[in-house]
């Protein structure tokens, strides 16, 4: 043997000097372990610098030196391990610049001598691995060692698998040890989480008796080691807004993939947007999606992805079952389980969008506390089966789409769906309930959150009660989230939760729950601008509340019938209603619907052209609203007062209310708010001839109004929005939003507001005095004819040519 010939040239100058290896040791300011493993050839590569302190210690002369060097060189270059390399990939690394740039430099640099890249099944954990080692493999000076652990079925074949991938033939982590000694090794154990334990022990052993060795695991669950460092590696990335999907990696990966099949879908990029977004960016599930592009569109594809993602199967024959189909790469994590762990992974799909730990608790049985609960999500989260997101101090968890379908499949076999879905649907039902009573006052946005957060929850709840005929549940958790809907913008949703419970019929003891849901539907209907259907709803609501003996929801109807005769211009009966609202609020002493009952007042005071009585109930609501912490009720005084300014001319004024308006709106997501605030600080600007930024605030308040379905503010601000484009120059276009604001208001029944007439007046008679007849009914027919939506897609650029010196922007 080559080594031997150094260690037995090294042993004779000891031995030639009367040193024993003690003595060498000792000169040469070696241990006496490392002189034996030279010697007997254990250590075959001496480094330079050892061969120096060896020679000096023996006092060899220069021919003596040249041999002993020559023989170790002879050594190192013969001591270079067999080393199983690394799998030359089949195909392009699409994006990963992020994790490549991450995981290269926590192993280069040594930050860490042991990480585990995780993830869920499909992630993309292998490929990325490949990356990285061919990125560093020079870097590591006695090579790169890969071990695919995916075949063993044995955990005792482990440590025989590793010898063997260095050239050993071994049952022995010791001898695996002692052949990597000192060498710089990178050592790649590819697919763990089946054969964990026996991987701990083995890295344990390895990192403790080889000083200069690295390993990088991937391993859907983590070894949970001291000195590990964990990756999680991420889904691609996906198109965040269809001006970006080329960027999009996981756009980027589909239309390769089916490109090498044979199909280019580079033109059809909105629908590999559908794909790939439902798909949540997993690479796996894209490759095998791209793969049905042989036999079906983009488009099919897509919608059958909405359904099931029962197509995500047909990978190459050559790879193993779990890459093979999204079922096989989920089911050889489900096989890992316990069976408490099964369990729990079954039941946690009956959440949509995530759950918290109290959750869970309440609705999984078999989960006796939160202790429990936590311990077994905390397994489940380790094995890379759900996530962990932490926001606003909570912690969440969800599943992606096509685990949450394989575990539902579980769940359906198990013969336990309805039972779990039952206990979904009670838990949400007094969520809603709790919440209800904190949406106006200083939890507000705390609780707006919460259910928004829970809003896919709260449909899969509703949808059971009203699938299953339940009633009670279905009525109390519709009329439960009505405000919630209202605040939130959740407007036609919430109108057609409540539809729904109020048909499934009547039942015992329910005419409090029926009162609340007929106010709900009514309410939502008035704010979609459907004030018959609201006003048949609300009288209805107004019956039951009385034979109640209700006052307070008697008093919260009539504030609702008051906002009817408001958007139709009857303000004497708006007045009459909020001074009958407000009345028994007083009796009641409730401060908040008091303060309710001025900004109504105030509001119709205004809206009347009367300014001065408009500004001091508004200003005791605003005053009253910052007692009780109603941050909705502040948001509307405050438009009220910005409004009132703004039309006595106090530009400056107005627009500091409005900005402190929009600020809160946006704070709690009160959507109606914001809208309103940027109607009117668009005003404000085109009172101030900035027609580039009024134009800006108004395009945004009529896609706020026109995606809440409130097509009477819509109305207001195309008239505004005709005002400033007929201070443009823009006429023919001002008569075209003119004409769409007409039929608006022809639809709904509800003329201009009497204090936007005089401005809609002086709007109509310039646009009209600019205008050749013909061409003004040309353009307020085409106005008319024009679907909101569409006029409501932007203000469009000015013509070439036009005159726009006026635009100071």
């Not at 006092?59 to 041999?67: H, K």
């Not at 093979?324 to 096989?335: K, L």
């Not at 401005?759 to 679907?787: H, I, Q």
Request: hydrophobic residues 45%; contains cysteine; glycine residues 8%.
């Amino acid at each position: 043997m080559q080594g031997a010939g150094f260690g037995s040239l090294l042993r004779r100058h000891r031995r030639e000097a009367g040193l024993s290896q003690e003595g060498l040791a000792e000169l040469a300011g070696l241990s006496v372990d490392a002189i034996a493993a030279l010697e007997r050839g254990r250590r075959r590569a001496p480094r330079v610098h050892t061969l120096r302190l060896l020679a000096d210690a023996l006092r060899l002369g220069d021919p003596e030196r040249l041999l002993l060097t020559a023989a170790a060189r002879q050594d190192m270059d013969t001591a270079r391990m067999p080393l199983r390399p690394p799998p030359v990939p089949t195909s392009e690394l699409i994006g990963r610049s992020t994790e490549l740039t991450t995981t290269t430099r926590l192993l280069t640099k040594r930050i860490t001598r042991l990480l585990t890249l995780t993830g869920p099944g499909g992630v993309g954990k292998t490929r990325l691995m490949q990356a990285v080692t061919s990125e560093i493999a020079d870097t590591f000076q006695d090579g790169v060692c890969w071990v695919p652990l995916a075949p063993l079925a044995d955990p005792e074949a482990v440590v025989p698998a590793v010898a063997e991938a260095i050239g050993l033939q071994s049952r022995l982590a010791d001898d695996i040890a002692e052949q990597i000694g000192r060498r710089a090794i990178l050592l790649v154990l590819d697919n763990c989480s089946h054969v964990l334990a026996p991987v701990e022990n083995l890295c344990a052993s390895l990192l403790e008796h080889c000083p200069n060795l690295s390993i990088l695991v991937s391993s859907r669950e983590l070894l949970r080691l001291a000195g590990e460092s964990v990756y999680v590696v991420p889904a691609l990335g996906l198109p965040y807004d269809e001006d970006h999907l080329e960027s999009s990696d996981a756009v980027r990966l589909f239309v390769e993939r089916a490109t090498s099949r044979g199909y280019d879908p580079t033109g059809q990029l909105d629908q590999v947007a559908r794909v790939v977004r439902r798909l949540e960016g997993m690479p796996l599930a894209i490759e095998l999606a791209a793969a049905r592009t042989t036999v079906m569109t983009i488009e099919e594809l897509a919608t059958e992805l909405e359904t099931s993602f029962g197509i995500l199967a047909g990978g190459s024959r050559t790879l193993s079952p779990r890459q093979q189909s999204m079922y096989g790469a989920i089911e050889w994590s489900h096989a890992l389980l316990t069976p408490a762990e099964r369990e729990m992974f079954a039941q946690l799909s009956v959440f949509k969008g995530g759950w918290t730990l109290g959750a869970a608790a309440a609705v999984l049985s078999g989960v006796r506390t939160r202790v429990e609960g936590l311990d077994l999500i905390g397994r489940l989260a380790d094995k890379s089966l759900i996530k962990v997101t932490r926001r606003g101090g909570i912690a969440r968890y969800y599943m992606l789409a096509v685990i949450r379908e394989f575990a539902a499949d579980r769940l359906e076999a198990a013969g336990a769906t309805e039972a779990t879905a039952e206990r979904h649907a009670q838990y949400y039902l007094s969520l809603a309930e709790e919440a209800e009573g904190r949406l106006r006052g200083p939890e507000q946005r705390e609780w707006l959150d919460r259910l928004e957060a829970e809003l896919s929850n709260l449909r899969a709840a509703i949808a059971w009660s009203v699938r299953t005929g339940s009633v009670v549940e279905a009525l109390r958790l519709a009329g439960g989230l009505w405000l919630f809907c209202y605040l939130r913008g959740h407007y036609a949703e919430g109108s057609q939760w409540l539809e729904r419970a109020l048909d499934l019929g009547d039942a015992p003891d329910l005419a409090s729950a029926r009162a609340k849901a007929n106010l709900g539907a009514g309410t939502l209907a008035f704010l979609q601008c459907e004030y018959d259907a609201a006003t048949e709803r609300l009288q209805t609501a107004l019956t039951q509340y009385k034979e109640l003996g209700d006052k307070a929801g008697t008093a919260m109807v009539l504030q609702r019938l008051g906002g009817v005769a408001r958007e139709r211009a009857d303000y004497v009966a708006a007045e009459d209603l909020h001074c009958e609202s407000y009345d028994l609020y007083e009796s009641l002493g409730d401060r908040a619907g008091m303060a309710w009952a001025h900004n109504y007042l105030g509001f119709v005071a205004w809206l009347r052209g009367d300014l001065e009585i408009g500004a001091r109930r508004c200003r005791r609501a605003r005053d009253s609203f910052r007692v009780v912490g109603d941050g909705e009720g502040l948001a509307w005084s405050l438009i009220s007062l910005g409004t009132i300014a703004q039309y006595g001319g106090e530009l400056v004024e107005a627009e500091d209310l409005l900005q402190e308006s929009l600020a809160l709106s946006q704070r709690l997501g009160y959507r109606e708010g914001v809208a309103w605030s940027l109607n009117q600080l668009g005003i404000v600007e085109r009172r101030r001839g900035l027609t580039a930024r009024a134009v800006h605030l108004l395009d945004e308040s009529l896609a706020e109004h026109r995606d809440l379905g409130d097509r009477w503010r819509s109305a207001s601000v195309l008239e505004e929005l005709a005002a400033v484009a007929q201070h443009r120059g823009r006429s023919e276009y001002a008569a075209f939003l003119l004409g769409a604001a007409d039929e608006v208001r022809e639809v709904i029944r509800a003329p201009v507001p009497r204090i936007e007439q005089a401005d809609y007046e002086a709007t109509r008679t310039a646009v009209e005095a600019s205008l050749e007849r013909r061409v003004f009914r040309t353009a307020w027919s085409a106005g008319r004819a024009a679907p909101l939506a569409a006029v409501a897609d932007g203000y469009p650029p000015a013509p070439r040519g036009t005159d726009r010196t006026r635009d100071p922007l």
